[in-house]
């Protein structure tokens, strides 16, 4: 299906379940997938970070994808993230995205190499060149530790190299200057901004972001649909309780003990243990090296989804 | 006069302007402050970053806070800044900050030194005991490199060390999760959320912050007035546009050439030129070593100045 | 071939020459690594950050792994990076290197997502136990923001998960440290440490490394099997006045205007120019998206290769 | 006393000792001063991040420094850090040096505030013209958030601006590219390059360096004169021998748990706790608010002391 201009809504980044041998389990995927279209998303993000695509073989990846578009089967458009290190090896996850009937591609930054604005607003061009599909660029500096300038961004909006970005940097600051950009040079009909942020997605939307890509929206969907929808409706008191309601959720992230392992172990393992415990998918495990959740931490989950009002 | 708890509305983080020869110039500064409480503002922060008190000797501090002092003759309460390394220099600043007459102290995390959590807490336990003033943490990781996280804090408030957070960190997820957890624990009526942030102070305040200390209410301290008082009035959208305009306003403080000087003489030097084509300073110069602004930097000033509706 | 415990010596990353169309040009390569192995190198390395490994698509790195391979025609072992995000993807390259017939593999620490001294362990306790060859840790925190630290790595040697290290963290202290611990646990004979770095190799020869990995031995093969022959036979002020020569020719890598391109356009279009230059490699060129030398620094690089006595 | 141009040898950072009551402890100094003069030392550093210069308020840095000229009595040059923020608060310190009688000042790059190259040397100029003291810059990333390259010193070195660099960056491979330049431009016999490290000082020294300032030379300053002089007789072997010997010593710096406290409690606790087990200092207090080592730390550091041959 054709992308809209822009991309507007909640686009959940999915989690990508697996099965207790360590496959991927298409099954569970699917079922995330319906679960996020009838809570009323507007898209699919597959192969994001939250779908630990970091993790993932090129197999599991496209086993993944493939489900998911499966899954959506047309009612709601597919972005599928392209995670790799420089031009190169994006385009191949680029072109096999494609194949795979996706409907954009989402990349980042080129990372573990030291790269400059330059090199990164080529690759951009590159990759927008080498593949025939909507690219949105993903800024996420904790993980490639660059930063996307609005100075990087708005010439690739302008020339329509991007046709939108994902903001997961936390720099809300920038994401302002970014939008006061894009609407002085005409673009926001055609530039879709969204936040990455799970915690000031009513902020984001009252300065113009066109949507949100909130891996807690695993979770708790229906949560963030409401949330925009308030938000659209200049009712941005509701949409502030809404986003205060889902703050207080955002904590299954921080459920597993720092000292015993590192931020994608606990968060993706808050994400998978919440979906496990609310019987969407079958089996909690993260990929390897990350650290399972113990006892304790799940106990905490469950605690939080019954104060956030997802368990009884 | 006594600290309002919560302190509430725009708190401008005061420039230090100089006479040519680099002495504090107490004229200007004493017309800012004017300026600032014609507007309306609820307190002055005096020896913030955007006071360069990172520049000033402590006789150049003492004379600064002196005169921020006298100015506000009681209209309004001024909080001090006390930046030093680590304890004991700061309760040396914080001492004197209380004798001048200062309303509040406010401190960073230790910096210079590699610190931790703990020592961090206890640092503003020491402040807290050694001053009798009320007690601001600032969150400056760009400064000082380490983070304020609100398991930080919330012990800080829970027991009144701290009477508020200016946070500066420019991380608005952790500002909400913060906002949340106080309001959780019944401390949103004694401790005081403060944001730093110049570019998402409508958000900050949707997501429930008492506040704003912006450094960019030097120059249009009305605009920033206006933006709180559409906020607690409930008019969102109109508090955003009052936000945009604000933001792009806000690209003074980068008309500097990142490849001649820091992000400091970008900023500061920015702030300086405004006031001084606005006619409230005398003199734009910024404190040895930072690097002036060069014509043309002077000009994009101006002409953002003129965009912004500050100049005709 | 089998790989010597410890492996001592010269062991050059090498460089990955490409045609003028962009295809890794494996004739190049194997005059390369004849240059190499001529001037008395003890092994090989390829696909390591100075073979543009995190700019070779799988097809690409797997035609310059094999040309390497065969070049080196059993004279001396060949080491393979395995560079990739996490153990899944790092297991795909390292079962390939397997296949093709590899006496090594070499992995870094996770890197893009947020990890743990815990789970980097798990990393390479997984990749041992996937794939049958000895396998180096590749402690390079520029690339992927994590150190391999002495409690790190000293398990994992005492265990035999790892058959040694490459320290490219330029932090010589922590490499004393390492090898401080490395002998009096008596696995000096077992566990292979070697430098990553260009320009402090004799230091570390005389603190105990086995050998070095220096991306400027592309350049200059010989004056790096010099500096370590002079150094196993205690000739320490000649192996310093060698590393003062090495140390100056370095500057090839710093050639490129900073402001124009990242560290990685240089240092590797210093490396390719210089191998240009003296005639190994036909094409200059670096993988995209990285920036070209401009010809006032190519002339820069003949003149340092001139002054460091390889062109006349 | 004039100081010698280059200054070699060793020149250890004192440590301050305190009171149990927090004041400085000159008698405890001054017999540290004393244990450091008979081993052999060059030259004292009062005040550096060792002596806790960041934790001490000026009047605690005016009698430390007092105590330590008072104590050297003129047989060995005393240099004095002057570690603040930017230029006129260094300044400050470095006027209350000179007028006390030190022979030299140390200071950072700015720090705090965001900095650039350009404003960096003009700092060490202003500091340089506004004190009639040899300057020695210092060189602590760690601390301070940018790193003194070659391209920083070597025009400062040129001009008679520095004196001499202390390079606590721990970047070897700088510090070697450093030596090479100041060779090279004939500034060898004027300015002094100072290695910061603890454990690469037998690489530094054969790399070149005049001198080692170590703070565990607190701990055991007859070690490093020993490897100081092996290295300055060429015997290399020797030298490496008392560094391993020396780098197992260093392990008292960590025997504080990081859980627990910041890296300054735990090293320079370490320090104290050693002096205080020596003999040499009353108390092993460090400043507020660093967290003191635990019963098991000081066991620790008892038998690292035995280990090394430091206590019986």
Redesign the interface.
């Known amino acids: 299906m054709s992308l809209p201009a822009p991309l507007t809504g909640v686009v959940p980044p999915l989690c990508t379940p697996f099965t207790p041998t360590g496959e991927v389990d298409t099954r569970s995927l699917a079922a995330l997938a319906e679960r996020l279209i009838d809570a009323g998303v507007s898209a699919l993000f597959a192969l994001g ?1 939250s779908g630990e695509a ?5 197999g ?1 990846r496209r086993t993944a994808l493939e489900a998911v578009i499966e899954a959506a089967d047309g009612r709601v458009p597919v972005l599928a993230g392209a ?1 790799d ?5 994006v ?2 996850h680029a072109r096999t995205a494609a194949e795979l009937g996706a409907d954009a591609v989402v990349a980042t930054a ?7 604005p ?3 607003a ?2 951009f061009r ?1 990759l927008r060149h080498g593949v025939d599909l909507p690219l949105f660029a993903y800024d996420i500096p ?4 660059s930063k996307l300038t609005p100075s990087i961004l708005l010439p690739l909006a302008a020339d329509a190299t991007l046709a939108g970005v994902k903001d997961s940097s ?8 970014l ?2 950009e894009v ?2 040079r005409g673009l926001i009909d055609s530039f879709t901004v969204l936040t990455g ?4 997605v ?3 939307l ?3 972001a066109h949507g949100v890509v909130p891996g807690l929206a695993n979770v708790d969907p229906a949560g963030f649909v409401r949330l925009y929808e308030h938000a659209r409706a ?1 009712r ?2 509701r ?2 309780a809404e ?2 309601r889902l ?2 959720l ?2 299954i992230t921080a459920a597993g003990d720092p ?7 606990s968060g993706l393992g808050g994400f998978k243990a919440a979906l496990r415990l609310l019987g969407v998918i079958d089996c909690p495990d993260t ?5 399972p959740l113990g006892e304790a931490a799940v106990k905490t989950v469950r605690q939080l989804l019954e104060e956030g009002g997802l368990l009884p």
């Open positions: 970070s970091a993790y993932l073989g090129d599991g995670i290190m420089t031009t190169a090896r385009l191949d080129p990372f573990y190499t030291r790269t400059h330059v090199e990164i080529d690759h590159r904790v993980s490639v530790h936390g720099d809300d600051g920038a994401l302002r200057r939008l006061v609407r002085r942020s799970e915690l000031s009513d902020g984001a009252l300065a113009g200049g941005w008191e949409a502030a986003q205060d703050a207080a955002f904590a000292a015993l392992m590192g931020g994608s172990s990929a390897a090296p990350q650290v």
